[in-house]
């Protein structure tokens, strides 16, 4: 079976034309979360153990073959699972700038940042974006599902200490939906404690199973960022792509707007 380990331009709103690189490629979602929010579906291996899914030499050959075809503005790692769960991330993330040229950027959804291995390999790339949407245990289990080695305090610690080592450009992403719209305010005051560089308020206008908060709930939400450096997904522009690989990827990861 062919590996389509890259895909895109994809349009983001966060970051431009994002040429993506799905480290895990799984049939169906490897994951260390299930959140319920979900636009894959439901997660078919949770786990926390590392290993290598895709090895470097194929990414290497797949993105000197994509950049011949299309344009992007950064090399972002995504994909059908969290990607920290690649135990050649690190590798993967100086195979793509040396191929590339271009910014690297990280979508994670923070579990594994308890891991100072996981922190070092990460602190490879220029951007990295994490994943916080709850603001106590009860609320954690309901909307990301974790693995159960993974606790919201261990997140929280995590991010933290990845903010403190890590000298790239750090966003934190909070899903809001109709069960956490309540708790943006301690939501808030943790992110303070955190302090990235910006806050991405988001809701889920891809394909989900839950239903996406409303421009009007989505602004009472912000009320509790206020003085922060946020972003939120309504209001962001998002730039057109031109040419693009691996549709039947982008289709199957929900990434056609
Ligand atoms: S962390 Fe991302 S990929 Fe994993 S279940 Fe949550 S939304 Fe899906």
């Given at each position: 079976m062919k590996i389509t380990t890259v895909y895109g331009p994809v349009s983001s709103?966060?970051?431009?034309r994002s040429l993506g690189i799905d480290?895990?490629?799984?049939?169906r979602k490897i994951c260390t979360f299930d959140c319920m929010?979900?636009?894959?579906?439901?997660?078919?291996r949770k786990t926390v153990d590392r290993r290598i899914f895709v090895p470097a030499r194929v990414v290497e050959r797949a993105l000197k073959e994509a950049l011949k075809k299309v344009e992007a503005d950064v090399v972002t790692f995504s994909g059908?699972?969290?990607?920290?769960?690649?135990?050649?991330l690190g590798e993967l993330i100086e195979t793509a700038r040396d191929v590339s040229g271009l910014p690297i950027a990280v979508l994670t959804?923070?579990?594994?940042?308890?891991r100072k291995d996981v922190r070092r390999e990460l602190a490879r790339a220029d951007v990295v974006k994490g994943k916080l949407d709850a603001s106590n245990d009860e609320l954690f289990k309901r909307i990301n599902?974790?693995?159960?080695?993974?606790s919201l305090s261990k997140v929280i610690k995590g991010l933290e200490n990845f903010r403190k080592e890590f000298a790239g450009s750090f966003a934190l992403e909070i899903m809001f939906v109709p069960e956490n719209k309540q708790f943006s305010e301690e939501i808030a005051k943790i992110v303070r404690t955190i302090k990235p560089d910006e806050i991405q308020i988001n809701?889920?206008?891809?394909?989900?199973p839950v239903r996406p908060l409303t421009p009007a709930e989505l602004r009472d939400v912000q009320k509790s960022f206020k003085g922060m450096n946020f972003r939120t997904v309504y209001k962001a522009g998002k730039p057109r792509v031109g040419k693009v690989i691996g549709k039947k990827k982008i289709k199957k990861l929900k990434r056609v707007d």
């Open positions: 709103w966060r970051l431009g480290p895990i490629c799984a049939e929010y979900c636009s894959l579906g439901r997660t078919a059908t699972g969290e990607p920290t769960l690649a135990e050649n959804n923070s579990s594994l940042l308890f599902c974790p693995h159960e080695k993974i809701t889920p206008l891809r394909p989900s």
